[in-house]
């Protein structure tokens, strides 16, 4: 399958300095891509050259296999059928929600404008809003008419930068969820931007993390989160924490004991970092475990707590342990470790890549 959307070699310049520099990734048609990243690195930036809005110094973007942006090149951003919700969206004040729907598609029949105002109104829930203003509406359901009024002319790709970011944090999960169903229903390709993993999790098809202009890496969510190739990434995704150890004899030799992995049998003798996230760290309750340590921390998390545990070398890991029997800061358990994947760095310096 041919990329709807695809980047290669981008580079960015604002006012003499380098934004962007030589990202690449591909966005499939009907996926949902997501690029998350520490403030300023460039997301908003890149997000509105694939709109059109700012010009490219070096490589390509390629809409649908077209041509619409290179160092010599920027198709207008009206000929690029792509939808935009970005941080400051705001609905127009004076015109009702159908309305506000119907300004990208009033070149339409009535007939067919109003059908489409219709659909959309149900797929996002507000059947029978359509003569209501804009102050008569919540945050959540302003940010649902936003979206409708995006979506109406049916771009080949939406774009949205921290659509959420006004809203409190149980209502950002649920339209994020919304937000995911409706694009699948209507079979439009999106790339989200923002500072929220759930919501990069919760949404993503495929999700990147960029740094200083540039993507340290692009894959599933999953993928991400399980295999992340740097440090940088390990340490922005998800929770966890960097310990040093030691690959001797195809054994890693750290804080935790001696682990074995199928991973170690290819690596010779050197020094590493290596990523532990919660779920490598079972909590148990045998008086023979081999390693223990001292509950320092714990973090109700409704469905379970994440505990802050100490080693006897003093470093720390985390641990989830059931919502139920909450453990006492002080207390000493057992701790198995299980690395269904474990991630090793070679250096413990966080460099970027070349
Ligand atoms: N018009 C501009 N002229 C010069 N520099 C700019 C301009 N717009 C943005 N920048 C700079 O480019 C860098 C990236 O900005 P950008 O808004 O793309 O970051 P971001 O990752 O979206 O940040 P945030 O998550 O805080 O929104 C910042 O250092 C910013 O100061």
């Given at each position: 399958?041919?990329?709807?959307?695809?980047?290669?070699?981008?580079?960015i310049?604002?006012?003499?300095?380098r934004?962007?520099?030589?990202?690449?990734?591909?966005?499939?048609?009907?996926?949902?891509?997501?690029?998350m990243?520490?403030?300023?690195?460039?997301?908003?930036?890149?997000?509105?050259?694939?709109?059109?809005?700012?010009?490219?110094?070096?490589?390509?973007?390629?809409?649908h296999?077209?041509?619409v942006?290179?160092?010599?090149?920027?198709?207008?951003?009206?000929?690029r059928?792509?939808?935009?919700?970005?941080?400051d969206?705001?609905?127009?004040?004076?015109?009702n929600?159908?309305?506000?729907?119907?300004?990208?598609?009033?070149?339409?029949?009535?007939?067919?404008?109003?059908?489409r105002?219709?659909?959309?109104?149900?797929?996002?829930?507000?059947?029978?809003?359509?003569?209501?203003?804009?102050?008569?509406?919540?945050?959540?359901?302003?940010?649902?008419?936003?979206?409708?009024?995006?979506?109406?002319?049916?771009?080949?790709?939406?774009?949205?930068?921290?659509?959420?970011?006004?809203?409190?944090?149980?209502?950002?999960?649920?339209?994020a969820?919304?937000?995911?169903?409706?694009?699948k229903e209507?079979?439009?390709?999106?790339?989200?931007?923002?500072?929220?993993q759930?919501e990069?999790?919760?949404m993503?098809?495929?999700?990147g993390?960029?740094?200083?202009?540039?993507l340290?890496?692009?894959?599933?969510p999953?993928e991400?989160?399980?295999?992340?190739?740097?440090?940088?990434v390990?340490?922005?995704?998800?929770?966890?924490?960097?310990?040093?150890?030691?690959?001797?004899?195809?054994?890693?030799?750290?804080?935790?004991?001696?682990?074995?992995?199928?991973?170690?049998?290819?690596?010779?003798?050197h020094?590493?970092?290596?990523?532990?996230?919660?779920d490598?760290?079972?909590?148990?309750?045998?008086?023979?475990?081999?390693l223990?340590?001292?509950?320092?921390?714990?973090g109700?998390?409704?469905?379970?707590?994440?505990?802050?545990?100490?080693l006897?070398?003093?470093?720390?890991?985390?641990?989830?342990?059931?919502?139920?029997?909450?453990?006492?800061?002080?207390?000493q358990?057992?701790?198995?470790?299980?690395?269904?994947?474990?991630?090793?760095?070679?250096?413990?310096?966080?460099?970027?890549?070349?």
């Amino acid at each position: 399958m041919s990329a709807l959307l695809s980047l290669k070699k981008v580079a960015i310049q604002l006012a003499g300095h380098r934004i962007v520099d030589e990202l690449s990734f591909d966005l499939e048609p009907g996926d949902i891509g997501c690029l998350m990243g520490p403030s300023g690195c460039g997301k908003t930036t890149l997000l509105r050259a694939i709109a059109g809005f700012t010009p490219i110094s070096n490589g390509s973007i390629e809409l649908h296999g077209q041509l619409v942006s290179d160092s010599g090149k920027s198709v207008p951003t009206e000929q690029r059928q792509v939808g935009m919700m970005f941080q400051d969206f705001s609905l127009f004040p004076h015109l009702n929600v159908a309305d506000n729907i119907r300004f990208g598609i009033e070149h339409l029949p009535s007939t067919e404008q109003e059908q489409r105002i219709k659909e959309l109104l149900q797929r996002i829930g507000l059947n029978g809003y359509q003569k209501r203003f804009p102050h008569e509406l919540s945050g959540g359901q302003q940010q649902r008419i936003a979206l409708a009024r995006a979506l109406a002319p049916k771009p080949q790709l939406m774009l949205l930068d921290e659509p959420f970011s006004s809203l409190d944090a149980e209502l950002r999960e649920l339209l994020a969820q919304d937000v995911r169903f409706l694009l699948k229903e209507e079979g439009i390709t999106a790339l989200l931007v923002t500072h929220d993993q759930q919501e990069a999790f919760a949404m993503a098809d495929k999700a990147g993390v960029m740094y200083s202009g540039q993507l340290l890496q692009w894959n599933t969510p999953y993928e991400l989160y399980h295999e992340p190739q740097h440090q940088l990434v390990a340490d922005f995704i998800g929770r966890g924490v960097l310990l040093q150890g030691q690959i001797r004899e195809h054994q890693l030799h750290c804080a935790l004991g001696v682990i074995d992995h199928e991973i170690l049998c290819e690596q010779g003798n050197h020094d590493v970092t290596f990523l532990v996230r919660p779920d490598d760290v079972i909590i148990t309750d045998r008086a023979d475990s081999k390693l223990t340590a001292v509950v320092t921390g714990r973090g109700f998390r409704g469905s379970h707590y994440l505990y802050t545990l100490e080693l006897p070398d003093t470093s720390q890991v985390l641990a989830v342990g059931a919502s139920h029997q909450p453990l006492n800061e002080g207390t000493q358990v057992g701790i198995d470790i299980d690395f269904d994947h474990l991630v090793v760095f070679d250096s413990d310096v966080c460099e970027l890549p070349d």
